[in-house]
């Protein structure tokens, strides 16, 4: 495939040898998206970068057919003997040789058995009917294990392989890679068998190089990013060294909410400028309008930047884009900018960053319980007791997040134009909600008036 390929810095500049690249306009854009940004942003679920992650992680995958067509009923025929339909596939497996439906099950059962297996391995949605007469663009199936793993999706763009290229540039990165492949490999849970006999004994192997997926990054582009996302990277490794330890079955659930959490952070601090934006969660709901709206204009911040994320890079001097390149780019700005805030909207709210999750409502930013409670595990170290300061000060430098729990708070937050909050009557309430929050996620207790304190309990870890 040709490209136009360009190294990034921590700024987010780049600067590459020019090659070819798709003759047509779409190619054209999504050739420098991947340039600038490592990937291609699709609208794109947690499941989607999990599909990819753990294809970039493992290497491995199977084709899935007739896991595909089972878990995919249709009503009406596409083509005559569209075996998607219920009735053609029944009659095919009753009356063929394959062993993979008892003689005696009726039409009925088998209808009902269908369901079934669509509720357990497509509960996001996000595996559709793959193989003819049908065709998607995401077959990503909805189960803590690798036998389910398939590589028909495209909806990902690949980002999943570009954090594992990323995270393989430091020490801290490979730790947390090869805890989390151990991870993944310890996560199958007794649903995860539903659809073993379904299921074929071949895996098949990437044929193609990670850093091809990802547009072949140059080795300064992964360096500079890894710099960047260092402090992300770090506290990746602390989460897999708690999740390593608990037998929970949402193990791999948490892990790629971290993953996904990284991604977020990336996003947000790739764009030239951006490397020490915060991010102002509202955990104080309804009872405080002014906190609602400072965190909704910090999201829609951040959702316009990054919208407009393409366009910063082209104008940096060091990413010598052509002058064509220029002309292609300006006359789809306004779709590429819709593009890229849809993906920004729909990643943030899908990994529980933003809220609400549905409807219309302005968003903001105030990460879900469970995307909380991963983030608070990966800032504290196993058998560490840790202040509610000390944790607030954590939050800050590797996630970027400010509540209002330090004393300096307000006045970070006026410099970034997040104002007028009063100390008290704002900053307070969300300190508390917070507090109650973490409490409530059995990471925190308040043993007197004022002190609260912060630790890993393993007996509640999950």
Not at 60 to 83: C, H, M, S, T
Not at 267 to 294: M, N, W
Not at 384 to 413: M, N, Q
Not at 421 to 434: H, P, V, Y
């Amino acid at each position: 495939m040709s490209l136009i390929r360009r190294p990034i810095s921590i700024g987010g500049c780049l600067a590459m040898a020019e090659k070819k690249i798709s003759p047509t306009k779409s190619g054209r854009i999504d050739q420098l998206q991947r340039a600038a940004l490592g990937y291609k942003p699709y609208r794109m679920k947690p499941v989607h970068l999990a599909t990819s992650f753990l294809l970039a992680l493992t290497g491995k995958y199977r084709q899935l057919r007739w896991l595909n067509i089972f878990i995919n009923p249709k009503v009406a025929e596409k083509k005559p003997g569209d075996i998607y339909v219920s009735e053609n596939l029944y009659s095919e497996l009753i009356e063929g040789e394959l062993d993979l439906l008892a003689k005696d099950v009726s039409l009925q059962d088998f209808k009902l058995l269908r369901q079934h297996l669509n509720a357990a391995l497509n509960n996001d949605g996000a595996a559709g009917a793959a193989f003819s007469p049908h065709s998607t663009h995401g077959v990503d199936y909805s189960t803590p294990s690798l036998c389910y793993l398939a590589n028909q999706s495209k909806n990902h763009g690949y980002a999943g392989a570009f954090i594992v290229i990323v995270l393989q540039q430091s020490d801290a990165g490979r730790d947390f890679l090869a805890i989390a492949a151990d991870i993944v490999n310890q996560s199958e849970t007794s649903a995860s068998f539903v659809g073993n006999p379904l299921v074929e004994n071949e895996e098949q192997t990437l044929d193609s190089d990670l850093s091809e997926l990802c547009g072949e990054p140059p080795l300064s582009f992964l360096a500079s990013v890894s710099d960047l996302m260092l402090p992300q990277t770090e506290v990746l490794k602390t989460l897999a060294e708690h999740l390593k330890k608990s037998r929970s079955i949402y193990a791999l659930r948490n892990l790629m909410l971290g993953i996904g959490s990284w991604l977020l952070a990336y996003q947000v601090r790739h764009i030239p400028g951006c490397e020490e934006s915060i991010l102002f969660c509202d955990f104080a709901g309804d009872t405080k309008p002014r906190l609602r709206v400072q965190s909704a204009a910090c999201y829609s911040r951040h959702l316009g930047l990054f919208g407009r994320s393409l366009k910063f890079w082209m104008d940096q001097p060091e990413s010598r884009v052509l002058d064509a390149d220029i002309g292609v780019y300006e006359l789809a700005a306004t779709s590429v900018t819709k593009h890229l805030e849809e993906h920004f909207r729909d990643f943030s709210v899908q990994i529980g960053w933003a809220q609400p999750r549905s409807g219309g409502s302005q968003k903001y930013f105030r990460p879900q319980p469970d995307t909380m409670r991963v983030l608070l595990m990966s800032v504290i170290e196993d058998g560490e007791i840790c202040t509610i300061d000390e944790v607030a000060e954590r939050l800050a430098y590797r996630w970027r997040l400010v509540f209002g729990l330090l004393p300096s708070d307000h006045s970070v937050l006026r410099k970034h134009g997040y104002s007028p909050l009063d100390e008290d009557a704002d900053l307070r309430a969300n300190r508390e909600a917070f507090k109650n929050l973490a409490i409530s996620l059995g990471l925190a207790w308040e043993p007197s008036d004022g002190l609260v304190l912060f630790s890993v309990r393993k007996d509640r870890l999950i």
